[in-house]
């Protein structure tokens, strides 16, 4: 689905494709530095097969990724977001990552908006997720996607997070 940013930039949100194995790992060389500490809490220079794999190829019910591409250029990755169904059939982890160019303009937000509504449709009720202690832009990201934050926990410079996505 084509979306429009606050800036005017257009973005196709798609789900993730087991074809998009190359793409998710140019992705990911792109990234900044700290973009990849903060998405992965260490350095990440490639992703294994068996990474891309389960990246790449989920079911859409208990594993959801969407991928935010540009329309002029569709093998161009710039974001996801996914979530994992846990254990508790209700909650799912949670996790996004927006390429440095697009920070701050509005993509993380749109992805988490259109994950919660596609994890809602699976019966996902919540998203928990964990992230390094200083990453800001996440959790205020999680407060787009709900009023009612279940659990923020800061311990050891790691931030555990648990949102109620119906709220």
């Known amino acids: 689905m084509l979306h429009t940013l606050p800036a005017g930039t257009q973005i196709l949100l798609r789900p993730i494709e087991p074809g998009d194995k190359a793409r998710l790992s140019l992705a990911l060389g792109r990234l900044s530095q700290e973009t990849i500490r903060k998405r992965f809490f260490a350095a990440k220079p490639r ?28 093998d161009s990755i710039v974001g996801v ?19 440095d160019p697009y920070q701050g303009r509005g993509l993380g937000t749109l ?17 928990a997720a964990t992230m390094l202690g ?11 996607i709900t009023a009612h934050l279940e659990q923020d926990r800061l311990q050891g410079g790691v931030r555990e997070v648990v949102v109620d996505l119906a709220a």
């Open 134 to 144: 200083d990453n800001d832009a996440v959790r205020r990201v999680m407060r787009t």
């Open 111 to 127: 992805l988490a908006r259109e994950l919660a509504r596609a994890a809602r449709a699976a019966g996902i009720r919540r998203f």
């Open 47 to 74: 992703f294994t097969s068996s990474e891309l794999r389960y990246l790449t190829e989920v079911d859409g019910h208990n594993h959801i990724a969407l991928v935010a591409v540009l329309p002029e250029d569709p």
């Open 81 to 99: 977001a996914r979530c994992v169904r846990l254990s508790d059939p209700d909650l799912a982890e949670f996790a996004i990552v927006v390429g």
